[in-house]
């Protein structure tokens, strides 16, 4: 190997659904932020509904104020598992941050690798698995598309 990489870890971006598997790779992401003196932030991408299912069929019928509520459900329990990733990080002296962003059109992929690009993030941390209960592909397409389009390495956790 000729030359040594540039390696810094001080932005970890740790994507997470709320999942055992995403709160699993925060802890991950907490233990490395430690080790090398970096930052968190923690991010949840609010999915926008589902053609298909039950409120996807209630938002094609117009009716706003029951998916207007569903997303500020959605937002609301984020916050509360959110919070505890981000006070667990304080316990250990780790500074954390939550982010929920919309889904803008891009997909959560879209939504997290534009996030890594623009905030010079050096490292992503996210779960193999998340909330779906399919279990054909090894690892989940947020995960898999993220591997494909990350500007930064990104650590994968079982
Ligand atoms: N909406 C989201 N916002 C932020 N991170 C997410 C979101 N969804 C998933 N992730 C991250 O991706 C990881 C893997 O979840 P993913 O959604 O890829 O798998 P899955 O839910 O098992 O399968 P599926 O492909 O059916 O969604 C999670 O552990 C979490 O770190
Ligand atoms: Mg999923």
Not at 28 to 49: D, P, Q, R, S, W
Not at 110 to 129: C, F, H, P
């Amino acid at each position: 190997m000729t030359g040594a990489a540039d390696v810094s870890v001080k932005k970890i971006l740790v994507p997470v659904d709320g999942s055992p598997v995403s709160s699993k790779a925060a802890q991950y992401a907490v233990h490395i932020a430690k080790v090398e003196g970096a930052k968190l932030v923690i991010m949840h991408v609010v999915e926008n509904v589902k053609q298909g299912g039950a409120i996807g069929l209630q938002a094609r019928y117009g009716n706003v104020r029951l998916v207007e509520g569903f997303r500020r459900a959605r937002i609301k329990s984020a916050e509360r598992w959110m919070s505890d990733i981000v006070d667990d990080a304080a316990k250990q002296n780790v500074s954390a941050k939550a982010e929920i962003l919309p889904d803008d059109g891009t997909h959560e992929v879209g939504v997290i690798t534009e996030y890594a690009k623009k905030n010079n993030v050096d490292l992503i941390v996210m779960g193999s698995r998340g909330q779906s209960t399919f279990k054909k592909l090894l690892v989940g397409s947020v995960t898999n598309a993220v591997i494909n389009h990350s500007p930064c390495p990104v650590l994968v956790v079982r």
